[in-house]
């Protein structure tokens, strides 16, 4: 590890010119706006009714949008959890803060916002999902679950020692919350909260109070579920990430594997410590609602054909997925109702968003890491009393790489001259004029990894997607957005779009050059990976 940290370092210094000019200034009163940070992990905009409420009604999380902005256009720079998490802290694209993948631990020399809130005043916190592989800097108390994460009796790191507490994770992190709100928040200063959920993530394994209702519903089929994926590059047909081939009926579906063993299932994969952290209470509770389930399906099972199959697969994962969410709702209803109760409401700013999109069925696929609009897209709510108006919403293009900045700014802290992004500020009020973003970037690099999404970048508009996957392929893919929503139609080789083709390709060298990204450095991470026997 020693060696591979070394490296890293020198690595990112090497291509840094590191330029922290930053000017905090030490706050004057206890009026500064106080900032609620929510992130869940996996939560596709498509599953929250502020944006749609075809799957389900997440009221709780809709009163931030009612309260305040609702952004239709807000995407991540690399769709792929710790890296997201890195940009979000660092301000910076994962080609220059260093955490390109879920792989490489996260080098704590880079300046996060947190700290700069806190050396200017601010007292902060964390409480969840972080998915470094080391402790966060710049927080006067955590509570972080150990990598990914359980969704049942889960394991902390926190700034007193080791825990692992009996429970459901999502209540859990609110309660450890809700806890340090009441006892330990200093109300002589202003506060930054990062309160991060580890649900709705794979494998979407819900509370018990959630288990019964859920698992009764039955949700609309995306149009192309049953995409072949005619039309589009080597990319999209050789993903790992299939309702119908790659999603686990035991593992995921939570289908026992004496069903399997019953029905000669190939390739059965064990759920294994999923369930087997549950006390026996909880497993009693987790077995009358699933064993019938897959007796029910054993029934059924020699019957089907793939196209059942894969829709009886996407029943159960948008069964399990939702009723994740539904637990998430309500906690956040939790927060806002403790925000409110104490008078705390009318001077903090409450963001909601997902570490990125996901794929529910849309395209046959479940998971994230493409620039496809599913995966590229998150959910972003944000209320700032007297602030933004209620019930406003924004199309503007916005990214993740923004927060950093925004809350510097929030705080009256001038932002270090190296973050990336730009402060969402003048859109919460309202003065876009002062906004002229038309172009953003994006950088995958997982690959060789789990669901084989092959490395790619590429340049969004809004009326147009340029990608270029390489790696082990050199093609590259235009999705003309207005006509092609669904992005089912590559027509980077059509002549008729010759001149978007090049107009976009000059733009995305541009904004390439603007981030100090590069085929040398993208070439230094695989040699680096290769070096330490990440990839082959
Ligand atoms: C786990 C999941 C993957 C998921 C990655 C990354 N497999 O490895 O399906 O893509 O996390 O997710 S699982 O067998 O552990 O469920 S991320 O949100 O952390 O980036
Ligand atoms: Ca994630």
Known sequence: ?????????????????????????????????????????????????????????????????????????????????????????????????????????????????????????????????????????????????????????????????????????????????????EKRRDTAKPFMLMYLHKAPHRTWMPAPRHFKEFTKKSYPLPETLFDEYDNRGTAAKTAEMGILKHMQLSYDLKIPDSIAALLEIKNWNQIGNRIGRLTPEQRAVWDSIYDPIAEDFAKRFPSMNDSTLTVWKYQRYMQDYLASIAAVDENVGRLLD????????????????????????????????????????????????????PHTTEDEMVQNLDFAQTFLEVAGI??????????????????????????????????????????????????????????????????????DPQEINNVYNDPAYAETVATLKDKLERLREQYKDSDDLSNSYIRLYKENGWIE
């Open 1 to 181: 590890m020693r060696t591979k940290t070394t490296l890293l370092g020198l690595f990112i210094a090497g291509i840094l010119l590191v330029s922290c000019s930053e000017k905090s200034k030490k706050p004057t009163n206890t009026k500064k706006p106080n900032i609620v940070f929510i992130m869940s992990d996996d939560h596709a905009y498509q599953a929250i009714s502020a944006y749609s409420d075809k799957l389900i009604k997440t009221p709780n999380i809709d009163r931030i949008a009612n309260e305040g902005m609702l952004f239709t256009n807000a995407s991540v720079t690399n769709s792929i959890c710790a890296p997201s998490r890195a940009v979000i802290l660092t301000g910076k694209h994962s080609h220059l803060n260093g955490k390109i993948d879920n792989r490489m631990p996260f080098d704590t020399t880079n300046v996060t916002f947190p700290q700069l809130l806190q050396k200017a005043g601010y007292q902060t916190a964390m409480f969840g999902k972080l998915h470094f592989g080391n402790n966060p800097k710049g927080v006067d108390e955590f509570k972080i679950l150990r990598g990914q994460g359980t969704y049942y009796n889960p394991f902390f790191y926190t700034n007193t020692g080791d825990t692992t507490i009996t429970g459901y994770t999502t209540d859990i992190i609110t309660d450890l919350t809700l806890d340090w709100m």
């Open 414 to 483: 001038v932002s270090p001259d190296d973050m990336q992004g730009e402060s969402l500020v003048p859109l919460l009020k309202g003065e876009k004029e002062k906004w002229d973003r038309d172009a953003v970037y994006y950088h995958y690099y997982e690959y060789p990894g789990e669901h084989a999404v092959k490395r790619h970048y590429g340049i969004a508009t809004k009326g147009y997607k340029l990608i270029h996957f390489y790696y082990d392929v050199d093609e590259w893919e235009l999705y003309d957005l207005q006509n």
């Open 338 to 389: 403790y925000l409110e109760d104490h008078n705390l409401a009318d001077n903090t700013m409450v963001v909601y968003t997902s570490d990125q999109g996901f794929y529910l069925g849309e395209h046959g696929w479940f998971d994230k890491r493409f620039m496809y609009n599913e995966s590229f897209k998150t959910p972003l709510l944000i209320k700032w009393p007297n602030v933004i108006t």
